[in-house]
Nanobody, 124 residues
Framework: QVQLVESGGGLVQAGGSLRLSCAAS????????MAWFRQAPGKEREFGAA????????YYADSVKGRFTISRDNTKNTVYLQMNSLNPEDTAVYYC?????????????????WGQGTQVTVSS
């Protein structure tokens, strides 16, 4: 059974940092994309960041570029999201996603598996 387990969410003050982790099990995703999406209260789920498996190419939404860094450790089948300079607008449930094919990394349908989500709350 494939499972994505997220951790690292919580409450942080504005300007602070958090690192999210997503550990995959049941299948290796070394050659496939992994990503983070987020959904703020009352808003639609939106793309945050992605990283490809073949080249490690990184993609970011404009809203997080320069503040967030996505990375992966293929020896651990794990993807990370380092979040710096957090502001209240970053408050959301963050979802990890993993694909089994190449495709448009911004497109949710590219991803076959999703984590349960982890809450990130940034206080002002």
């Amino acid at each position: 059974q494939v499972q994505l387990v997220e951790s690292g969410g919580g409450l942080v003050q504005a300007g602070g940092s958090l690192r999210l982790s997503c550990a995959a099990s049941g299948r290796t995703f070394n050659n496939y994309p992994m990503a983070w999406f987020r959904q703020a209260p009352g808003k639609e789920r939106e793309f945050g960041a992605a990283i490809t498996g073949s080249t490690g190419t990184k993609y970011y939404a404009d809203s997080v570029k320069g503040r967030f860094t996505i990375s992966r450790d293929n020896t651990k089948n794990t993807v990370y999201l380092q979040m710096n300079s957090l502001n209240p607008e970053d408050t959301a449930v963050y979802y990890c996603a993993a694909g089994l094919k190449s495709g448009n990394v911004y497109y949710p349908a590219t991803y076959n598996y999703w984590g349960q989500g982890t809450q990130v709350t940034v206080s002002s």
